[in-house]
């Protein structure tokens, strides 16, 4: 279980990056939603360590990670958006260097790294200079560094960026089998990567948070309200909400929250994870027509 009680932000330019969050967050695999600039980054630098907060509370299995970073290290694995890598060192070379900063045994190290290496299609490419990997590659690595020594708590921002969609369901399929024993937080825009992989979701807007709780729970609370139209009316009843629009066969769909049919036209359709995201979004920007 990880636990945040008031924790709150700002950088020294004035922007406040996380305001009062409260929340928490099971073990298992976790989503964590939010548009562009919501603070989900500056979130998981925060659990991640790598910077300090204006004021709140982090609890780890009893740990405060706050007074105590380093405990937490020893069983964080973390990927960032964006990483750097040493220029002349080949992958399973840089893995190894990787496990001793991370003060790993070295006697598991080798056929862990050697797992991994297999679990992620790097084999092949195990004595290549990481800095000449593709883009796919490289986030394949860092993906293998922060799973390196068996963590209990893993933080991935955008993990399947820059993958295709065969690498993307391998890597999935692996997150989910590594997190039955701890707490796996994934941040993407996929949203249907979060409601498949993903039994608990945290949505933020502004550093703030908005909604979270079990994904079913939340889906479900928009049972019978979901409709598609092909066409929008000039009129929508007034408690109607446009969630989305979007093209299939190059033609429009356009997904409607309304407690009753808002259109002859219109078919009830299956709830999704993204459409409770949007409902939340644009319903607290006072969307509703």
């Excluded at 820059?162 to 039955?180: C, I, T, Y």
């Excluded at 825009?189 to 550093?207: P, S, T």
């Amino acid at each position: 279980m990880l636990t945040l009680e008031h924790i709150s932000k700002t950088y020294p330019d004035g922007t406040q990056a996380l305001n009062d969050i409260s929340i928490e967050l099971p073990s298992g695999m976790v989503g964590l939603l939010g548009p562009n600039g919501a603070g989900k980054s500056s979130l998981m630098r925060t659990l991640a360590c790598l910077q300090t907060i204006n004021s709140g509370r982090i609890q780890f299995s009893g740990l405060d990670i706050l007074k105590d970073p380093d405990k937490l290290r020893k069983q964080l694995g973390y990927l960032p958006q964006q990483f750097g890598v040493y220029p002349h060192m080949g992958c399973r070379a840089l893995l190894e260097h990787i496990a001793i900063l991370k003060g790993l045994e070295s006697k598991k190290t080798k056929q862990q790294i050697d797992d991994l290496l297999t679990a992620l299609n790097l084999t092949q490419h195990a004595n290549k200079r990481v800095s000449h990997f593709s883009g796919g590659m490289k986030q394949r690595f860092g993906i293998a560094q922060a799973l390196l020594g068996d963590p209990k708590l893993i933080i991935l921002d955008e993990p399947t960026a820059g993958l295709d969609p065969a690498e993307r369901e391998s890597l999935n399929n692996l997150l989910v089998s590594m997190s039955k024993n701890r707490l796996i937080l994934l941040s993407t825009h996929i949203v249907e990567d979060i409601e498949n992989q993903c039994h608990f979701v945290a949505m933020i807007k502004g550093g703030q948070l908005i909604q979270s709780g079990h994904i079913d729970t939340l889906v479900n609370q928009l049972k019978g309200k979901v409709w598609v139209l092909k066409t929008l009316p000039r009129a929508l009843p007034k408690d109607a909400l446009v969630l989305s629009q979007s093209y299939r066969y190059g033609e429009p769909v356009f997904r409607v929250y309304a407690a009753e049919r808002p259109t002859t036209g219109a078919v009830l359709a299956a709830e999704s994870l993204q459409d409770k995201y949007f409902f939340e979004l644009k319903s607290r920007r006072g969307e509703l027509c």
